[in-house]
């Protein structure tokens, strides 16, 4: 037998049966049980939405008596989307908000030591606010310590911010022979 023709045979075969087992499996999976819920997502409900649906339910209760009684369906009939946290949905004429994260207060940068400071407890770092509590984590050793700050020192070189400590502050974190280090500065 040619292997060609073998080859044009399966080919002939695989697809005689994909024609005829794709449109089987779709017409008995057509028209299933009443009682099976239709998937979907669900975000999260609307006190509003909530009230639309108990007017809807009972529209002589409600006071509603036409076809425009049900305003938590859409033209489609699905429920619209609600805020989750019970937040009311903004109106019509409200501006669209938009949310901007909190700037993260925690910079990269070097700590290194100086007989200037003259506090264990004080450190010059320029890009903290003056006198917030700074803690100075080693990103060598994972070692970390707390000074309050002074924003009073400036960048080194590479225009990273640089963290002046106390010597002995400055020993919690690294040995000194080791400075500068690369610290995470955090507020």
Request: with cysteine.
């Amino acid at each position: 037998m040619d292997p060609d023709f073998a080859q044009r045979r399966r080919v002939f075969v695989a697809a005689a049966i994909t024609a005829v087992a794709v449109p089987a499996v779709f017409m008995l999976d057509r028209g299933g049980d009443a009682d099976t819920p239709t998937l979907g997502t669900l975000v999260g409900t609307a006190p509003i939405a909530e009230a639309a649906s108990a007017a809807a339910a009972d529209p002589v209760a409600a006071g509603n008596t036409g076809p425009a009684a049900s305003q938590a369906e859409t033209i489609l009939g699905t429920t619209p989307t609600g805020y989750l946290d019970g937040t009311v949905p903004p109106g019509d004429a409200d501006p669209p908000m938009i949310a901007i994260p909190r700037p993260r207060d925690a910079v990269t940068g070097d700590a290194t030591f100086s007989n200037s400071v003259n506090s264990l407890s004080t450190c010059l770092v320029p890009v903290a606010p003056n006198g917030a509590t700074v803690t100075l984590t080693n990103l060598d050793n994972g070692r970390s310590v707390q000074c309050r700050a002074t924003s009073v020192a400036g960048q080194d070189a590479s225009g990273r911010p640089t963290a002046t400590v106390h010597p002995d502050t400055f020993s919690v974190i690294a040995d000194i022979t080791d400075a500068p280090v690369p610290v995470e500065i955090t507020w």
